[in-house]
């Protein structure tokens, strides 16, 4: 037998390996099972975007939050802890709309925005790893790149959010532009289509925008304590994120994949396959 | 110059000439009918849009700031030479977030529409905006204000002025390019023609140390090594050529590892 092993290998080694928890669900899955009843209590949910106001009656208060800056002569970012306005009101609506699907999750809000405006994608990058190294449990990113100097560094980080367990939401662009990292196969991506029940979603088998959520004419928080209606990727991307937190605070310990396949299954578009037999 | 250094007295007459010729001419300089191209953008925007007005504002160089250079429809006149910060309304967001969109009733919040309402007195309804920018820089935002909704094809908007954005940046771009790389050159020409100074490559460098120059410092710094590198050996030239090549393709997200 030989002594030689490959990479990696060594982490499948017997008495090396923890074991996994599969999913605690029976097939067909049903949204009973995945959310009835939850209300996003415990969860942690980043919001990567302008600010928010915690005063908002729609927001009823942030958990905490992190405004990203980026200094003028080097280009690099450093992070701000604590209390942070909200620049444009963006950040307040998506908030809001989270809070209608899971009313008790703890909001975190991370401003990328309003800091150096060519430093945004190294602001937008700190911002994501803050949110995975502070054990967020989705975050939700309304905001994307278009650059392609930026595919590496967004792919890459994508990919360590989803390793370490943070669910990343992202909307597409608004315009059919390249959007970094709301493309990438370890997020789910979404884009708007009409209605305005936050649990009517549908699933694009023809991806790369993988979900459909109220997006158009939307009625969302805005700042000052205002309600106003818009219409936006950006909109439809925190129904999805509320989703995902309700799930989560029913069922705490998913992995990103189990997460995408629940939200797959429960689509308003998903229809039952007869099981064999 | 034989070896890029002091200038002899007949060179140094053509330098002054150059550069008495560079001091009227510099400012000036800009490619033709860029102006014209902007306002004729904005110009098709507001009659395909079936609009109100139409309007193109493009970042200042401390980017805290953006000023309205072309504008069409009701306001124009009072709208070219607005300034409005980044930090708030449509304008400020769409540079901010790189993010097209589209407000259908701005009277709900006011601020949202301040950078045109607040000197042209008109307060529109409805505001479609996309961002101007390329590939490595920020440029602006172009605004299309009332546009008629309902006409067939209005669902499309969005992604018709994001492709009249896109003609704007890359004609913004391009004048930009020839105007900083000309200024640059023709700076350093009149720099050069000066008494006190004997070399391309020396005035050159002053260029780079003012900091009152119109002129990117780190372009006029280019331009003086490039002034030394003529004067250096073919291989010396050809591994500049190989280096400055491999930074542009890794800036570009393409270098290999």
Redesign the interface.
Request: proline share 1%.
């Given at each position: 037998m030989t002594g030689v092993l490959p990479a990696w290998s060594w982490q499948f080694a017997r008495g090396h390996l923890p074991s996994v928890a599969a999913l605690p669900a029976e097939l067909p899955l049903t949204r009973e099972w995945a959310w009835g009843g939850a209300t996003g209590a415990g969860v942690k949910v980043a919001v990567i975007d302008?600010g928010v106001d915690g005063a908002h009656p729609a927001i009823r208060g942030v958990a905490g939050g992190v405004a990203v800056e980026v200094d003028a002569r080097t280009g690099r970012t450093t992070l701000v802890e604590g209390p942070h306005a909200d620049?444009?009101?963006?950040g307040t609506a998506c908030a809001g709309i989270i809070r209608r699907a899971a009313p008790e999750c703890e909001i975190y809000s991370v401003r990328v925005?309003?800091a150096?405006?060519?430093g945004?994608a190294a602001a937008f990058v700190t911002g994501l790893r803050w949110a995975v190294d502070n054990g967020m449990h989705v975050a939700n990113l309304s905001?994307?790149?278009?650059?392609?100097?930026?595919?590496?560094t967004f792919h890459r980080v994508a990919d360590e959010a989803y390793f370490a367990g943070t669910v990343l939401v992202c909307a597409v662009?608004?315009?059919?532009?390249p959007s970094y990292p709301s493309e990438f196969a370890a997020v789910l991506s979404v884009a708007a289509r009409a209605g305005d029940d936050p649990f009517d979603y549908d699933y694009n088998p023809d991806p790369p925008v993988e979900f459909g959520a109220p997006g158009v004419?939307v009625d969302v928080a805005?700042?000052?304590g205002?309600?106003?209606?818009?219409?936006?990727n950006?909109f439809a991307c925190p129904h999805v994120t509320g989703l995902v937190a309700r799930l989560l605070s029913k069922h705490p310990g998913l992995t990103p994949f189990q997460v995408k396949t629940v939200l797959h299954a429960l689509a308003s578009n998903a229809r039952a396959v007869p099981t064999p037999g | 110059m034989t070896d890029g250094g002091a200038a002899g007295p007949w060179e140094a007459d053509v330098l002054r000439a150059l550069r008495d010729l560079a001091a009227v001419v510099g400012p000036a300089l800009a490619p033709p009918g860029h102006h014209e191209r902007l306002q004729s953008l904005v110009d098709a925007a507001r009659d395909a849009f079936a609009s109100q007005a139409c309007s193109i504002a493009l970042?200042d160089p401390d980017?805290q700031t953006l000023t309205f250079t072309v504008a069409a429809g009701v306001g124009a006149t009072s709208t070219v030479g607005l300034r409005v910060p980044?930090?708030?309304g449509v304008a400020?967001?769409v540079?901010?977030?790189?993010?097209?969109?589209?407000?259908?009733?701005v009277t709900?919040?006011p601020r949202w529409a301040a950078d045109v309402a607040e000197q042209t007195g008109y307060l529109p309804r409805s505001i479609l905006a996309?961002p101007l920018e390329t590939?490595?820089?920020?440029i602006g935002v172009v605004e299309v204000l009332d546009r008629d909704a309902s006409r067939p094809g209005a669902e499309r908007d969005?992604?018709m002025l994001?492709l009249l954005a896109q003609q704007a940046a890359l004609s913004v771009e391009s004048a930009r390019l020839f105007t900083d790389s000309g200024r640059m050159l023709l700076d350093a020409i009149a720099t050069a023609g000066g008494t006190e100074l004997e070399s391309l490559s020396s005035a050159m460098d002053d260029v780079a140390a003012d900091r009152s120059s119109p002129v990117d410092p780190d372009l006029a710094e280019l331009g003086s090594l490039l002034a030394r590198l003529a004067a250096a050996g073919l291989a010396e030239r050809r591994l500049a050529v190989r280096l400055v090549a491999d930074v542009l393709d890794y800036?570009?997200?393409r270098a290999t590892p």
């Open positions: 302008s620049l444009y009101g963006h925005l309003g150096r405006l060519s945004r905001l994307s790149s278009g650059r392609a100097s930026q595919f590496a662009n608004n315009i059919p532009v004419d805005w700042t000052g205002r309600t106003i209606r818009a219409t936006g950006s | 970042l980017e980044v930090s708030v400020g967001w540079v901010s977030s790189g993010q097209a969109l589209e407000i259908t009733d709900q919040d996309a590939e490595h820089t920020l969005l992604l994001s800036a570009d997200g």
